[in-house]
């Protein structure tokens, strides 16, 4: 998608911090971290929003991949928390579905 940042994330065009990649997705630190780690993961498909996303399997891959990039790749021992903002009510600003890992202290709720 021409207009999409996170696409030009996956395409290289616009640099990023990588974490984790692999032929589904691909993991990189948000540019505005709100907690001490802050990773966005992103299917390497654009699918606008979570709204958008009906394939079971897409869902299945993308929420193991989270599970394993923060206990494997992270190792957030203490625990981690997942946020996925749709839409403009839900603070969805980047319109290609992204999931955050937030980590690396006690989150207030
Ligand atoms: P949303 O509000 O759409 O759920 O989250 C989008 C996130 O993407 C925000 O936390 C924002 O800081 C992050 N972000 C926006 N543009 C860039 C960028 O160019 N690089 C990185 N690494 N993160 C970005
Ligand atoms: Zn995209």
Redesign the pocket.
């Given at each position: 998608m021409e207009d999409c940042?996170f696409c030009k994330?996956l395409d290289g065009s616009?640099p990023?911090?990588k974490v984790y990649e692999d032929d589904e997705v691909y993991a990189?630190?948000?540019?505005?971290p709100?907690a001490p780690t802050?990773v966005?993961v992103i299917p390497r498909q654009h699918v606008p929003t979570l709204s958008d996303a009906r394939d079971e399997k897409l869902l299945g891959m993308l929420m193991n991949r989270v599970r394993m990039i923060a206990d494997d790749v992270l190792k957030l021992e203490a625990g981690w928390r997942v946020?996925i903002?749709v839409r403009a009510g839900g603070?969805?600003?980047?319109y290609h579905l992204?999931v955050?890992i937030l980590g690396g202290k006690k989150l207030p709720f």
């Amino acid at each position: 998608m021409e207009d999409c940042i996170f696409c030009k994330i996956l395409d290289g065009s616009i640099p990023s911090d990588k974490v984790y990649e692999d032929d589904e997705v691909y993991a990189f630190r948000d540019i505005h971290p709100k907690a001490p780690t802050h990773v966005l993961v992103i299917p390497r498909q654009h699918v606008p929003t979570l709204s958008d996303a009906r394939d079971e399997k897409l869902l299945g891959m993308l929420m193991n991949r989270v599970r394993m990039i923060a206990d494997d790749v992270l190792k957030l021992e203490a625990g981690w928390r997942v946020v996925i903002n749709v839409r403009a009510g839900g603070g969805q600003e980047v319109y290609h579905l992204h999931v955050h890992i937030l980590g690396g202290k006690k989150l207030p709720f």
